[in-house]
């Protein structure tokens, strides 16, 4: 009588534990923007945690998660939303752009920083500054428009390329184009 009991017993335990590991679901889902375009490469991470993915090439995204937790999705330049996982094994998101969150981003080589706080020397050129510049490229435009800007033309060829230095004759490589 006693092994029939622990045998219930165990067989109960085995029950009550697969029942408290049945809570974990995957959800999957489709990441698009206000337009309704897919956003490849957003961030979906369960908050709290150091877990998460990204989306694919079409927005699609699948994760490991448990009802009740917190999903945050993150994107460059779009606000961050966070959802309640229910009972549903898709989500279909939309993201929606923040402009207040790139107006004064600078992306250098190696770090992004804010413009207040780089030690970089930057200069910002508006469409109302070269709007009524009557030249043939956009690069002869730039011209007396940026600090430090060298920009010669190799021949009065239309359509010629130019030679754009800034700063400098020579960079690490030794080539004098800046980019």
Do not use: C, H, W
Not at 49 to 55: H, L, M, R, V
């Amino acid at each position: 009588m006693r092994t029939k009991f622990s045998g219930f017993l165990t067989l109960l335990l085995a029950f009550v534990v697969q029942i408290t590991f049945a809570q974990e679901k995957t959800v999957s889902g489709t990441v698009t923007d206000e337009e309704g375009l897919p956003l490849p490469g957003v961030n979906v991470i369960i908050q709290g945690t150091e877990s998460g993915t990204q989306t694919d090439f079409d927005g699609n995204f699948s994760i490991e998660t448990e009802v009740g937790e917190i999903l945050e999705f993150s994107f460059v330049g779009l606000t961050t939303q966070e959802i309640t996982v229910g009972q549903s094994n898709t989500l279909d998101i939309v993201m929606v752009s923040n402009a207040e969150a790139l107006g004064e981003v600078i992306v250098t080589g190696y770090r992004t920083t804010t413009q207040k706080k780089s030690n970089v020397a930057s200069s910002t050129v508006t469409a109302s500054t070269i709007e009524g510049r009557p030249n043939a490229n956009f690069i002869q435009t730039l011209q007396s428009q940026v600090p430090g800007l060298n920009i010669q033309t190799g021949s009065g060829q239309p359509g010629a390329s130019s030679t754009v230095v800034i700063r400098g004759i020579g960079s690490i490589n030794g080539s004098i184009e800046p980019l």
